[in-house]
C-alpha cells in the first residue's frame, strides 16, 4: 500500500478528496474534448474549402480542353500523357502534405495532453492543500470538544484535591462521557486533571485563609494548636484537607504572609511620619531620646501596634529605614522648569 495512502488517516476524508479530484478531472477533460472538437471542425471546414476549389480548377481545365479536343485531337494522347503526369505530381504533393498535417496534429495533440497533465497536477495540489486546511480545522473542533467534555467530566466527579490521577481514572472511566473524550491521549488527560486539581487546591486554600481572616483570635504570634479549636467545625477546615499536618502546614505559610505584609505595612507607617527625614539618623546618634520620640509617634498606628511582639525587630526596622534615609541625603529641590501653579479665578 503507497505510503501517501496511509498518511491520510480518516476514510472519509480519503473519499471526499478523490470525489473532488475526479469531479474536477472530468471538467478539465471534458473542456479539452470540446477545444479537439473545436478544432476539428475548423480543420474540416478549410479541407472542404480547399476541395471545393480545387474541383472548381479542375473543371476550368476540363473545359478548356474540350475546347481545344477539336483542334488538337492529333495531341490528345500527348495531352492526356502530360494531365496524368501533373495527377500524379499532384497525389505525391498532396501526399506529402498529408503527413505533414498528421505530424503537426500528433505534435499539437502531445502539446495539448502534457498541458492537462501539468492542469491535473495544479489542481491537485490546490485541492490537497484547500482538503489539508479544512481537515486541520476539522481535528481542531474535535480536539477541543474532548477537552471540553473531558473537563466537564472531571468537574462533576473529581472534587478531592487528593485524589491521585490513577485512582480518578478508574472512577471516570466508568462514566459514558469517557469515551467523548477519546481522541485526547493518557498524557493530555493526566495533564487536565492536574490542572483541575490545582485549580481546586487553590480554591480551598483561598476558602482557608479566608476562615482564618475572618477568625479574629488569629494574630502573628498565634499557635496552630489554639487556632485549631476555634476553626475546625467550620466546613472550609475540612474541605482543605484532611490531614491536620496539611492544614497546620498552611496555618504557618498564612502567617509567614501575615508577617511580610505587616513588615510592608510598617516602612509604609515610616514613610508616611513627617518627623523622620534625612536628619534623624544623626539625630539618634547624638541623642539615642529621638527614637523614643519617633516611637512614641508611631504607637498611635495599628501597624506599629501588630510588631509589639517583636520589639527588637521593629526597631531594627526603623534603624535601616532612617540609614536608607540617610545614604539617599536630601530630597531634590523642585526643578526649574516646573510650571508654576496659578490660582484660579
Same mark, same amino acid.
Given at each position: 500500500?503507497?505510503?501517501?495512502?496511509?498518511?491520510?488517516?480518516?476514510?472519509?476524508?480519503?473519499?471526499?478528496? %478523490?470525489?473532488?479530484?475526479?469531479? /474536477?478531472?472530468?471538467?478539465?477533460?471534458?473542456?479539452?474534448?470540446?477545444?479537439?472538437?473545436?478544432?476539428?471542425?475548423?480543420?474540416?471546414?478549410?479541407?472542404?474549402?480547399?476541395?471545393?476549389?480545387?474541383?472548381?480548377?479542375?473543371?476550368?481545365?476540363?473545359?478548356?480542353?474540350?475546347?481545344?479536343?477539336?483542334?488538337?485531337?492529333?495531341?490528345?494522347?500527348?495531352?492526356?500523357?502530360?494531365?496524368?503526369?501533373?495527377?500524379?505530381?499532384?497525389?505525391?504533393?498532396?501526399?506529402?502534405?498529408? $503527413?505533414?498535417?498528421?505530424?503537426?496534429?500528433?505534435?499539437?495533440?502531445?502539446?495539448?495532453?502534457?498541458?492537462? $497533465?501539468?492542469?491535473?497536477?495544479?489542481?491537485?495540489?490546490?485541492?490537497?492543500? *484547500?482538503?489539508?486546511?479544512?481537515?486541520?480545522?476539522?481535528?481542531?473542533?474535535? *480536539?477541543?470538544?474532548?477537552?471540553?467534555?473531558?473537563?466537564?467530566?472531571? /468537574?462533576?466527579?473529581?472534587?478531592?484535591?487528593?485524589?491521585?490521577?490513577?485512582?480518578?481514572?478508574?472512577?471516570?472511566?466508568?462514566?459514558?462521557?469517557?469515551?467523548? /473524550?477519546?481522541?485526547?491521549?493518557?498524557?493530555?488527560?493526566?495533564?487536565?486533571?492536574?490542572? *483541575?486539581?490545582?485549580?481546586?487546591?487553590?480554591?480551598?486554600?483561598?476558602? %482557608?485563609?479566608?476562615?482564618?481572616?475572618?477568625?479574629?483570635?488569629?494574630?502573628?504570634?498565634?499557635?496552630?494548636?489554639?487556632?485549631?479549636?476555634?476553626?475546625?467545625?467550620?466546613?472550609?477546615?475540612?474541605? %482543605?484537607?484532611?490531614?491536620?499536618?496539611?492544614?497546620? $502546614?498552611?496555618?504557618?505559610?498564612?502567617?509567614?504572609?501575615?508577617?511580610?505584609?505587616?513588615? /510592608?505595612? %510598617?516602612?509604609?507607617?515610616?514613610?508616611?511620619?513627617?518627623?523622620?527625614? *534625612?536628619?534623624?539618623?544623626?539625630?539618634?546618634?547624638?541623642?539615642?531620646?529621638?527614637?523614643?520620640?519617633?516611637?512614641?509617634?508611631?504607637?498611635?498606628?495599628?501597624?506599629?501596634?501588630?510588631?509589639?511582639?517583636?520589639?527588637?525587630?521593629?526597631?531594627?526596622?526603623?534603624?535601616?529605614?532612617?540609614?536608607?534615609?540617610?545614604?539617599?541625603?536630601?530630597?531634590?529641590?523642585?526643578?526649574?522648569?516646573?510650571?508654576?501653579?496659578?490660582?484660579?479665578?
Amino acid at each position: 500500500m503507497d505510503p501517501r495512502y496511509k498518511a491520510v488517516e480518516s476514510s472519509s476524508a480519503r473519499e471526499d478528496w %478523490f470525489r473532488e479530484y475526479v469531479k /474536477a478531472l472530468k471538467e478539465e477533460r471534458k473542456r479539452e474534448k470540446e477545444r479537439d472538437r473545436e478544432k476539428r471542425d475548423k480543420d474540416k471546414r478549410e479541407s472542404k474549402d480547399k476541395g471545393d476549389k480545387e474541383r472548381d480548377r479542375e473543371k476550368e481545365r476540363e473545359r478548356e480542353r474540350e475546347k481545344e479536343k477539336e483542334k488538337e485531337r492529333e495531341k490528345e494522347k500527348e495531352k492526356e500523357g502530360d494531365v496524368n503526369d501533373v495527377s500524379e505530381d499532384e497525389n505525391v504533393n498532396n501526399s506529402d502534405d498529408e $503527413r505533414e498535417k498528421e505530424q503537426k496534429d500528433k505534435e499539437k495533440q502531445a502539446r495539448m495532453e502534457a498541458s492537462l $497533465r501539468e492542469r491535473e497536477k495544479e489542481v491537485q495540489r490546490t485541492l490537497a492543500t *484547500h482538503l489539508r486546511d479544512r481537515d486541520k480545522e476539522r481535528e481542531q473542533h474535535k *480536539h477541543d470538544e474532548a477537552v471540553q467534555h473531558f473537563n466537564a467530566l472531571l /468537574a462533576d466527579l473529581v472534587r478531592n484535591a487528593e485524589l491521585a490521577w490513577r485512582e480518578a481514572k478508574r472512577q471516570l472511566r466508568k462514566d459514558h462521557r469517557w469515551e467523548l /473524550a477519546e481522541l485526547l491521549d493518557r498524557e493530555e488527560k493526566e495533564k487536565l486533571f492536574n490542572q *483541575h486539581i490545582e485549580q481546586l487546591a487553590k480554591k480551598k486554600k483561598e476558602k %482557608f485563609r479566608e476562615l482564618l481572616d475572618e477568625t479574629g483570635e488569629v494574630t502573628l504570634t498565634s499557635s496552630w494548636k489554639e487556632i485549631k479549636k476555634l476553626v475546625k467545625d467550620d466546613p472550609r477546615y475540612s474541605k %482543605f484537607s484532611s490531614s491536620d499536618r496539611k492544614c497546620e $502546614r498552611e496555618f504557618k505559610e498564612y502567617i509567614k504572609d501575615k508577617l511580610v505584609a505587616a513588615k /510592608a505595612d %510598617f516602612r509604609e507607617l515610616l514613610q508616611e511620619t513627617k518627623l523622620i527625614n *534625612h536628619k534623624s539618623l544623626k539625630l539618634v546618634q547624638e541623642n539615642e531620646q529621638h527614637i523614643r520620640e519617633i516611637e512614641e509617634i508611631l504607637k498611635k498606628d495599628r501597624r506599629y501596634l501588630v510588631l509589639d511582639y517583636m520589639p527588637d525587630e521593629r526597631t531594627k526596622l526603623i534603624v535601616t529605614y532612617l540609614e536608607d534615609l540617610d545614604k539617599r541625603g536630601p530630597p531634590p529641590p523642585p526643578t526649574a522648569s516646573e510650571p508654576t501653579r496659578r490660582p484660579t479665578k
